[in-house]
């Protein structure tokens, strides 16, 4: 059965660092595209992050390229979301997600909330 | 970025009633390969997302065949037929045709 089990989520204040964390089981990791997609309160979805399966490229849209980085070891079956100068706008329920075709499996979500 | 227009926003549907939500994109998603990358998605309440068809019309495993999904270049439509108390939630579409990939606005489905 495929898991997808995100940590590392909570309270920073706006300008902080954050790190998440995503331990995958059930599959061979390394086969395999990863991303974080993002759900701010009672909103819709977003797409933040794609890794490719060595982890070689990676893939941002504008609302957080240069702010945020997207890595996977591979050997540990994990994705990490390294996310930098942190807004307000950032508030939200981080999803990591594998994809196939899309994104076929997501974790259950790790909230972050920055606020001073 | 290709936006993609969900509509409706919300229906209020009674069990055993078939419904359709459409999704249109700004551009057309046909990759280079051929294939189309249109996905649905359910989020039921409190939950995160499950997905229910990829590549515009291939049901994932598990999902029951009353789900369908139809449509080709911008124009995509869900067709739930005879809905179940499980299905209510908001369903989402998503390009992963383009960077940056896009949702849709989302269709929350109520009970009537």
């Known amino acids: 059965e495929v898991q997808l089990v995100e940590s590392g989520g909570g309270l920073v204040q706006p300008g902080r660092s954050l790190k998440l964390s995503c331990a995958a089981s059930g599959f061979t990791f390394s086969n395999y595209y990863m991303a974080w997609v993002r759900q701010a309160p009672k909103k819709g979805l977003e797409w933040v992050a794609t890794i490719s399966t060595s982890g070689s490229r990676t893939y941002y849209p504008d609302s957080v390229k240069g702010r945020f980085t997207i890595s996977r070891d591979n050997a540990k079956s994990s994705l990490y979301l390294q996310m930098n100068s942190l807004k307000s706008e950032d508030t939200a329920t981080y999803y990591c997600a594998r994809l196939r075709y899309g994104f076929d499996y997501w974790g259950q979500g790790v909230m972050v909330t920055v606020s001073s | 970025d290709v936006v993609m227009t969900q509509t409706p926003p919300s229906l209020s549907v009674a069990i055993g009633q078939s419904v359709s939500i459409s999704c249109k994109s700004s551009q057309s998603l046909v990759a280079s390969d051929k294939n189309t990358y249109l996905n649905w998605l359910l989020q039921s309440p409190g939950r995160s997302p499950k997905r229910l068809i990829y590549q515009v019309s291939k049901l994932d495993s598990g999902v029951p065949d009353r789900f369908s999904g139809s449509g080709s270049e911008k124009d995509f439509t869900l067709k739930i037929s005879r809905v179940e108390a499980e299905d209510l939630g908001v369903y989402y579409c998503?390009?992963?045709?383009?960077?940056?990939?896009?949702f849709g606005a989302g269709t929350k489905l109520e009970l009537k």
């Open positions: 998503l390009q992963g045709t383009h960077l940056p990939y896009t």
